[in-house]
């Protein structure tokens, strides 16, 4: 009964590939998050989803793109992905309104050979 | 540009010590300032969270303590156990949701 899952875990690939993480939720949240977390564990939001429009959208290039099916999934793809690319992505929820917690996953680790 | 800046970025202290950790920011409209706790291998998780309305809050051996004039917000983690070792992450928020994190310390407690 994992509240916030991510798939795959690990995600090793060659420079120039689009790949896909996907993260579910089964809280009945109705905002979804993608976060980056470097080689120095340095936290920054990436985008934020709210049934299903867009409400945050960081300056991430534009290789990064959210998809969101529905409230309870939130896709990230990336295309043409670079070495820098390299880093724990994690995928977050919460209810909507201000100081409503957010609850993470378990991160999908993403290494570009 | 960094929102909210967090240290030391790195702490060693005895079981049964006190942990302390410091944040500050600069942009007054934030009003929900979290405090989460990350283990090797795992998300971060939500450990406490505080209203810039209040000035002190306890939850077991976790304290906030924040100070809205200078900015500024704390940890204390008393009686520091092994289990407490981690990262933590002081983060801060608007009204919707955007969160911005510190860059952690990572806190080792030894036995």
């Known amino acids: 009964d994992t509240a916030v899952s991510q798939t795959p875990k690990y995600l090793v690939t060659q420079m120039g590939n689009d790949k896909s993480i996907k993260c579910e939720q089964n809280?009945?949240?109705?905002?979804m998050y993608w976060y980056k977390q470097d080689s120095k564990k340095f936290l920054k939001i990436m985008f934020s989803?709210?049934?299903?429009?867009?409400?945050i959208n960081e300056t991430v290039p534009n290789r990064f793109s959210p998809k969101s099916p529905d409230k309870a999934h939130l896709n990230l793809h990336i295309n043409s992905l670079e070495l820098g690319d390299s880093a724990v992505y994690f995928c977050?929820?919460?209810?909507?309104?201000?100081?409503?917690?957010?609850?993470f996953g378990d991160g999908t680790r993403l290494s570009i050979l | 540009q960094q929102q909210v800046k967090q240290s030391p970025q790195s702490l060693i202290v005895q079981k049964g010590g006190i942990s302390i950790i410091n944040c500050a920011y600069e942009?007054?409209?934030?009003?929900?300032f979290p405090w989460y706790q990350q283990f090797p291998g795992k998300g971060p998780a939500l450990l406490i969270a505080?209203?810039?309305?209040?000035s002190e809050k306890k939850e077991g051996r976790f304290t906030i303590s924040f100070n809205k004039s200078a900015k500024q917000f704390s940890l204390h983690i008393m009686d520091s156990q092994p289990g407490d070792s981690a990262t933590y992450f002081c983060?801060?928020?608007?009204?919707?949701?955007?969160?911005?994190f510190g860059a952690g310390t990572r806190l080792t407690v030894k036995p």
């Open positions: 505080i209203r810039p309305d209040v």
């Open positions: 942009n007054t409209a934030f009003d929900y």
């Open positions: 983060a801060a928020s608007y009204n919707n949701n955007d969160m911005r």
């Open positions: 977050a929820s919460s209810l909507l309104g201000g100081n409503q917690p957010q609850h």
């Open positions: 989803y709210n049934n299903k429009e867009l409400i």
């Open positions: 809280l009945g949240h109705d905002t």
